[in-house]
Each structure stands twice: as structure tokens, then as C-alpha cells.
């Protein structure tokens, strides 16, 4: 937050509802590692999420969050059908 906050301070906007936006934004994606695209143009943060081809199967899993702090190396268990791979390939 503090590397955020030094770069979207130097442009004039305010990190912390940049901040706050971005953690809005990621809510559906707690506990997993996604990617946010913030583009700022005419003072103006626009944000685009980019989750890994892993998160999305993660998510189709419906697994609980849990806190990647305190469980190393989980193993993931659940069914798929062919037609949600076929969707998370789409939207690669």
C-alpha cells in the first residue's frame, strides 16, 4: 500500500481512495492473487482486474478463502465440469 501510495500521490489523487476502490473491486477475490490494471488519465483511476488462469479455476472450485499466510502448499479438491474450463480458456 505504501508503494501505491507514493506513485498515485505524485500524480495528485488520493491513494487512499485508490486504495479503498482497489479493495472494493477485489472483494470476490479474497484470499487469491490477482492482478489490478490502473490506468489514470485526466486525473482519473480507472481499474481493470486480470485474475491468473489458477485463480479463476480456484474460484470455479467455489473453495472457501482461506489465508495464504498461515497454509502453505493447499491442495485443491473439487469437480469442474468441461464447459466452466472451456469459459475460463475464453476468457484468457
Known amino acids: 500500500m505504501s508503494a501505491l501510495a507514493l506513485k498515485i500521490g505524485l500524480l495528485g489523487l488520493a491513494p487512499k481512495k ?3 476502490d482497489i ?3 477485489t472483494s470476490d477475490w479474497k484470499g487469491l492473487r490477482i492482478i489490478v490494471k490502473l490506468t489514470i488519465q485526466n486525473r482519473q483511476a480507472q481499474m481493470e482486474l486480470v485474475p ?3 485463480a479463476l479455476i480456484i474460484k470455479a472450485l467455489k473453495e472457501p478463502p482461506r489465508d495464504r499466510k498461515k497454509q ?3 491442495k485443491h479438491s473439487g469437480n469442474i465440469t ?3 474450463i472451456v469459459n475460463i480458456a475464453r476468457q484468457m
Open 18 to 20: 485508490i486504495g479503498d
Open 52 to 54: 491468473s488462469a489458477s
Open 23 to 25: 479493495a472494493k473491486a
Open 72 to 74: 502453505k502448499n493447499i
Open 82 to 84: 468441461f464447459d466452466e
